[in-house]
């Protein structure tokens, strides 16, 4: 399973046992070598070669600005068509696991840290998209669209966030492209030893509005704590966010509402019925879309 190439790299090294977390199709191994190093060695069937280097690319620009990411040591593809990536292993407890159950100081303080982070990941260098943000996105939302009527399912509140939608695609225009993370929440996040943040899974990592990074705190990290999502905020802008970001969000997040459970079709249905949870909690937080900021906001 582990080619030559990686065994011949890491002398003495065995695999250690598996990562089943997350929502990846990925096969991850966990290769220990000598005194003791991790690394994490994943494979997949559906990424391919030139979409794993931009993933490890994103690895090392993070890196390469002071934050704390797995490092890619080596890309590439194997004789069955699969391709791969070895890289370092992190060490730390999953951020989703344990944030819930801090004290509110606590969540407030590694919110800040995160917002301070993804600012940075943002500030990094990146070749400009030939196509323009308003015309990507539009694209991905005619696409979202067309795929929730002919999925059968009937969400509530799909007329209310779909009106949103087509009434302000203009906010779109003109929007900045800079680097994305993609998956940015606290699922994706270890507490390191040290108290330090780490920051995992460049799998979705994009060049994009940096807003749109915002609307996976809304979904997955404000059910743990809204003290989190709020300090993630206001480190990010330093205070107070303008007032296009709240409409910007509101309509990523319109979006994500009707989309993410057809999204999540593939995967079964209770993963359907978790992303119906986590889609109607974002509608109650935004008062089925008649409030311009949500619920949990502290201003």
């Known amino acids: 399973m582990i080619p030559d190439r990686v065994l011949t790299r890491l002398p003495a090294c065995r695999v250690a046992g598996k990562l089943e977390k997350g929502w ?12 003791n190093h991790r690394f994490l060695f994943r494979v997949s069937s559906s990424v391919a070669a030139i979409r794993r280097a931009e993933m490890a690319s ?40 344990v944030l819930g159950g801090m004290d509110e100081s606590s969540q407030r303080s590694l919110g800040e840290e995160a917002g301070t982070i993804l600012k940075n990941i943002h500030g990094g260098g990146c070749i400009q998209p ?19 009527s002919e999925s059968g399912l009937s969400l509530p509140w799909a ?20 680097p994305q993370h993609g ?18 899974d460049f799998d979705r990592c994009d060049i994009g509005d940096p807003y749109e990074e915002f609307y996976k705190a809304a979904v997955f990290a404000r059910p743990l704590s809204a ?33 993410s459970p057809v999204w999540a079709m593939p995967f079964g249905q209770e993963q359907v019925s978790t992303m119906i949870e986590y889609s109607r909690s974002v509608v109650e937080d935004f008062d089925g879309f008649r409030l311009e900021v949500p619920a949990w906001y502290e201003p």
Request: with cysteine; glycine share 10%; charged share 25%.
């Open 24 to 35: 990846s199709s990925d096969s991850k191994h966990i290769l220990e070598g000598r005194d």
């Open 58 to 97: 994103a690895m090392l620009a993070a890196s390469f600005r002071g934050i704390c990411v797995p490092e890619p040591l080596e890309t590439g593809s194997l004789s069955d068509g699969t391709t791969f990536v070895l890289q370092t292993w992190l060490e730390g407890v999953p951020l989703d696991e």
């Open 130 to 148: 030939e196509r323009d943000w308003y015309s990507r996105m539009l694209q991905k939302l005619e696409k979202h669209i067309k795929a929730y």
């Open 159 to 178: 007329e209310a966030a779909l009106s949103y939608v087509n009434d302000n695609l203009g906010l779109l225009k003109g929007r900045p492209s800079l």
């Open 183 to 200: 998956d940015y929440h606290p699922g994706n996040m270890l507490l390191g030893r040290d108290g330090r943040l780490g920051i995992l």
């Open 227 to 259: 003290q989190f999502i709020n300090g993630q905020i206001r480190s990010y802008f330093n205070g107070a966010p303008e007032e296009a970001f709240w409409r910007l969000l509101k309509l990523y997040l319109a979006d994500v509402v009707v989309f």
